[in-house]
């Protein structure tokens, strides 16, 4: 079975800093889909960021940027110039395999993030 | 963008009442949806993972005859929540994966707002 894994249940960081969100994976697929989701207060859960499991480029999306690391199977999230919006859980999520278990989304414990003024 | 809608949105019920709980896929279609379950301060929990025209398939320890999920059409699927009680009380969300519309090459699944229920 998969599992994802937040070591960090809550992290700090100032206005317009970097901070570094890490998590783990494991699985024994080869081809899977990795994901990042914010969920503010409103509990909406909004993707931040995807990356395919072939593609050894680390996905990036404005502020926002991943470093994968297959055979570590780590997929850590850099946000870069922190903004107040930014304050939210984020969870790091795995995808299966949709041939094989129907393309189930696992999610990991989730880190809390607060960016101060 | 790809819109997924829940309701209600919040919903108070006595206890040894059924609730009803709708997802559904506005803009585009859906043969697979997913529920999920969400205590405070902690992680989305898969239920069960609804698919049209069939079966619903429950993850470990998640009670069928309790949750009763139904995906009748490719934009709707339903959880019913059974004689609820308390400790049925939490946040449900739901999310939908497109059937050849957006994200159908990216994996990506599109959540619904989620729906807190109370069980007095």
């Known amino acids: 079975a998969q599992t994802v894994t937040q070591s960090q249940p809550e992290m700090s960081v100032q206005e317009a800093e970097t901070v570094t969100l890490s998590c783990t994976y494991d699985t024994s697929e080869s081809n899977y889909y990795l994901f990042w989701y914010k969920q503010p207060p409103s509990r909406q859960m909004i993707l931040v960021i995807r990356?395919?499991?072939?593609?050894?480029q680390n996905a990036t999306e404005n502020r926002f940027s991943v470093n994968f690391q297959k055979a570590a199977k780590s997929f850590s999230l850099k946000i870069s110039d922190s903004q107040l919006g930014d304050t939210a859980m984020y969870f790091c999520a795995f995808m299966t395999s949709i041939y094989n278990q129907g393309g189930k989304l696992i999610f990991g414990q989730g880190t809390e993030l607060s960016v101060k003024p | 963008g790809a819109v997924v809608s829940q309701h209600p949105s919040r919903v108070i019920c006595k206890s040894g009442t059924s609730v009803k709980i709708e997802c559904r896929s506005l803009d585009f279609q859906a043969t697979t949806m997913f529920w999920y379950r969400q205590f405070p301060k902690q992680s989305l929990m898969l239920m069960a993972t609804?698919?049209?025209?069939?079966?619903?398939?429950?993850e470990q320890g998640v009670e069928k005859d309790k949750f009763l999920i139904n995906h009748a059409s490719l934009t709707l699927s339903t959880l019913t929540v059974t004689s609820a009680h308390p400790e049925d009380s939490s946040f449900y969300i739901c999310?939908?994966?497109?059937?050849?519309?957006?994200?159908?090459?990216?994996?990506?699944?599109?959540f619904g707002e989620g729906s807190r229920l109370t069980v007095l």
């Open positions: 999310s939908a994966r497109s059937t050849g519309g957006p994200g159908t090459n990216t994996g990506e699944l599109f």
């Open positions: 990356q395919e499991a072939y593609k050894q």
């Open positions: 609804s698919n049209e025209g069939s079966k619903a398939t429950y």
